[in-house]
């Protein structure tokens, strides 16, 4: 059952690392470090930065900038061709050296991980002692330029929004006691589970800000949401820790952009082919 004191305990340790895919090119490639970086999926200027150094977001290029516009905003971008496979080791190795220090309890995406804090571990000197060695960890043991946002919470929701109150290499606690004025200042769509839809939503209802938002009743919100996300995230702004609810994957994909010399039918026929396989091999590692 969720408790609402006051004095929830830091159960979760929830990281998130810092424009992945660039820092691990800068990582692999010293003459990259310091510079702004665009790793794209194919040297073409009509696709998108699938990652973008923070030298490069300092030039306001981002997830998703179409590569014509980087170079306008960045003429000096290093653009570099995306190496999945590359991306995937890592992963791992930081898998590995964040449970040197805890264990991993869900890795939520190839950049994201959390780890549920037990016993005196909840305590608050000892949770950014935790953060701390984890940040050192991957330093020493996984790349000397890694870094990440580290957040500490009652719950995982609120330990990930967190992470996103200091970038680069934060290290953030969200208390109970600061709940829900913390909160305040966000905008709706930096809370997890709030995109673009939802957002449109949430405004249709006269709900324009993170502070409106936290003033609705567990009924409003369940109408907002329709069903049991409005209740369970009306109690995740709380610090409240509800158990996860099982869920059963229904699809599972694999999307390429094509570079330009395969945009025919027979290349796009080579790429699709292997595009059903990588989604077989995923199935029968699935099973």
């Given at each position: 059952m969720p408790t609402s004191e006051n004095n929830l305990p830091l159960r979760w340790l929830f990281l998130d690392l810092n424009a992945y895919?660039?820092?691990?090119?800068?990582?692999?490639?010293?003459?990259?470090?310091?510079?702004?970086v665009g790793v794209v999926p194919v040297m073409t200027d009509s696709t998108c930065c699938i990652?973008?150094?923070?030298?490069?977001?300092?030039?306001?290029?981002?997830?998703?900038?179409?590569?014509?516009?980087?170079?306008?905003?960045c003429p000096h971008i290093q653009l570099v061709e995306a190496r999945h496979r590359v991306y995937v080791e890592y992963h791992h190795k930081i898998v590995q050296a964040v449970e040197s220090c805890l264990p991993v309890?869900?890795?939520?995406?190839?950049?994201?991980?959390?780890?549920?804090?037990?016993?005196?571990?909840?305590?608050?000197?000892?949770?950014?002692?935790?953060?701390?060695?984890i940040k050192q960890a991957l330093r020493d043991k996984v790349g000397s330029t890694l870094r990440c946002s580290v957040g500490l919470a009652p719950n995982r929701f609120l330990a990930k929004v967190a992470t996103d109150l200091?970038?680069?290499?934060?290290?953030?606690?969200?208390?109970?006691?600061?709940?829900?004025?913390?909160?305040?200042?966000?905008?709706?769509?930096?809370?997890?589970?709030?995109?673009?839809?939802m957002n449109t939503r949430l405004l249709k209802h006269g709900v324009y800000t993170v502070q409106q938002?936290?003033?609705?009743?567990?009924?409003?919100?369940?109408?907002?949401?329709?069903?049991?996300?409005?209740?369970?995230f009306w109690h995740w702004l709380r610090g409240d820790d509800l158990p996860e609810i099982a869920t059963q994957r229904r699809t599972v994909g694999h999307s390429h952009v094509l570079p330009p010399e395969l945009r025919n039918d027979e290349g796009a026929y080579a790429v699709a082919k292997k595009l059903v396989h990588k989604a077989a091999a995923r199935l029968r590692h699935m099973n």
């Open positions: 895919f660039a820092s691990i090119e800068q990582e692999l490639r010293p003459e990259l470090r310091g510079k702004p990652a973008a150094s923070y030298e490069a977001k300092a030039f306001g290029v981002k997830t998703g900038t179409i590569v014509r516009d980087a170079k306008k905003l309890a869900a890795v939520l995406s190839i950049d994201e991980m959390a780890c549920r804090l037990i016993g005196r571990e909840r305590e608050l000197e000892k949770a950014l002692a935790f953060g701390r060695k200091q970038k680069p290499d934060g290290l953030v606690v969200i208390r109970a006691e600061e709940l829900p004025e913390i909160l305040h200042p966000l905008q709706l769509q930096d809370l997890p589970g709030i995109g673009r839809r938002l936290c003033a609705l009743s567990k009924i409003e919100m369940s109408k907002i949401w329709g069903g049991i996300i409005g209740e369970r």
